[in-house]
């Protein structure tokens, strides 16, 4: 249930508001991916995947875009369990990993990853052409940056509001 | 038999990553090709409702700057309609010539706007029950916005001229050399005419509007400025960068130009290509 409201939220979030945000004239902030974050570590893989898809799918439909959210979000959610192992190690493998207990620079660490594979795609796809690589560059970096710090602004107001 | 089942449990999680990679793939190919882009897009009742349900809430901020424009224009509408009563000193029946036009005028309204992608889409707040089709010209009081391209009962989805797949007839103004509006893709203010042939003497600050040589544009519509342009010395051609009169990132109140005679010309057009 709360999945749902993230979902729908989330996608609310990115249309409505961030989509017209447009720093320094043409960096958008993608915060959606945040979902994959708010998943407990240990979801259910196929279902991930599935409700990954489902929810770049709606992103794009709303940007007219095809299918570059969908592509972008469904290769972050592959690789979550890998950058899961990777940022927090042990604690995610003998399944007690609480993301909300972890330091912030380990936080940090994962969604950065999470956000650097979702957008790379993300642009690679949108640009669709090597022409363009210091677009693409240009975009990846600034939207990155933003996307992270927003993700991050929204962790800890949540984590806040759960005490 | 077993064996295949113990794959496929195995491996669904990489299986059901491929086959949605594909499909999401495939999504992004079909949108990435003009001429069949029947993609899943904003022009339906959910999402278009919803973009509409913003506007209502966000045009409040715009309405200042929305006056701007419509007052700018309505001077220019006034000045040429002064010098047309000028040089017209016999007076004629306007509602002759009114009715023989051949271009159809609505108003819409943009109601979600991209231009930070590579390709961009506007979203019109009225559609098939307004009289829109695919095809039609859209304009702002400034200049070029873009061509429609799917209407559904409600809402209309444009291309916009900052869209890479979108090429319009332009010329410049003063010495009638033809050229293609193009886009790169990066800088949403700047848009490139080009091959305009070398006899054309270009000037930075010359004024480009539409060349009418469409069936969609009518002709002398505004676009821009000439800001600077370069002469490929192989080919023999002008590759213009052109400044927009047009804001493009803050669009509202627009036009939508419809040419009466299309039907009539394609069809036209039609019959001698199979007659051929």
């Known amino acids: 249930m709360q999945k749902i409201f993230a979902f729908i939220g989330l996608v609310l979030l990115q249309t409505l508001i961030l989509n017209e945000v447009y720093l320094f004239g043409f960096v958008i902030p993608y915060v959606y991916i945040m979902f994959l974050v708010l998943l407990p570590p240990h979801a259910n893989r196929v279902q991930t995947l599935i409700l990954s898809f489902i929810l770049g799918l709606s992103i794009d439909v709303f940007e007219s875009t095809g299918g570059i959210h969908a592509s972008a979000t469904l290769v972050a959610a592959y690789f ?40 790379s795609v993300l642009f690679a796809l949108e640009v669709f052409s090597f022409d363009l690589w210091r677009l693409f560059l240009e975009k990846l970096l600034l939207s990155s940056v933003f996307s992270i710090l927003l993700i991050m602004l929204m962790m800890s107001l949540i984590k806040k509001k759960l005490r | 038999m077993q064996q295949i089942f113990n794959f496929l449990i195995k491996y669904k999680a990489g299986l059901v990553f491929i086959g949605l990679l594909i499909l999401g793939l495939s999504l992004t190919v079909k949108a990435h090709d003009y001429q069949n882009s029947k993609i899943i897009s904003a022009a339906n009742g ?21 006056n701007e424009v419509l007052l700018q224009e309505n001077k220019n509408l006034q000045e040429e309609l002064y010098q047309y009563r000028q040089q017209q000193l ?48 859209v304009l702002s009081s400034l200049g070029v916005v873009g061509i429609t391209e799917q209407v559904s009962a409600n809402f209309t989805r444009v291309i916009s001229i900052l869209n890479r797949n979108i090429s319009i007839n332009a010329k410049l103004k003063k010495s009638n050399h033809f050229g293609t509006l193009t886009w790169v893709g990066e800088d949403p203010y700047i848009v490139n005419l080009v091959d305009v042939p070398r006899s054309a003497k270009v000037n930075v600050g010359d004024t480009i509007t ?13 676009i821009g400025t000439v800001e600077g342009f370069e002469l490929d010395l192989n080919r023999g051609y002008y590759d213009i960068q052109i400044k927009l009169f047009n804001d493009m990132t803050d669009l509202g109140e627009i036009y939508v130009v419809k040419r009466k005679d299309k039907e009539e010309a394609m069809e036209l057009l039609e019959n001698t290509e199979q007659s051929e």
């Open chain 2, 90 to 137: 016999p007076k004629i029946d306007t509602s002759v010539v009114f009715n023989d036009t051949i271009f159809k005028v609505y108003t819409s309204k943009v109601i979600a706007n991209n231009y930070s992608h590579t390709d961009n889409y506007l979203l019109l707040n009225s559609g098939d029950k307004n009289g829109l089709e695919p095809g039609m010209a």
């Open chain 1, 80 to 119: 979550r369990p890998q950058l899961l192992h990777l940022t927090f190690g042990l604690s995610y493998d003998y399944q007690t990993l609480s993301i909300k207990h972890e330091s912030f620079f380990k936080k940090m660490t994962y969604v950065a990853l999470l956000v650097f594979i979702h957008h």
């Open chain 2, 210 to 222: 539409t060349g009418g040589k469409s069936f969609i544009f009518p002709g002398e519509v505004l």
């Open chain 2, 46 to 66: 959910v999402t278009g409702n919803l973009f509409h349900m913003k506007t209502n809430v966000s045009d409040y901020f715009r309405l200042a700057s929305q």
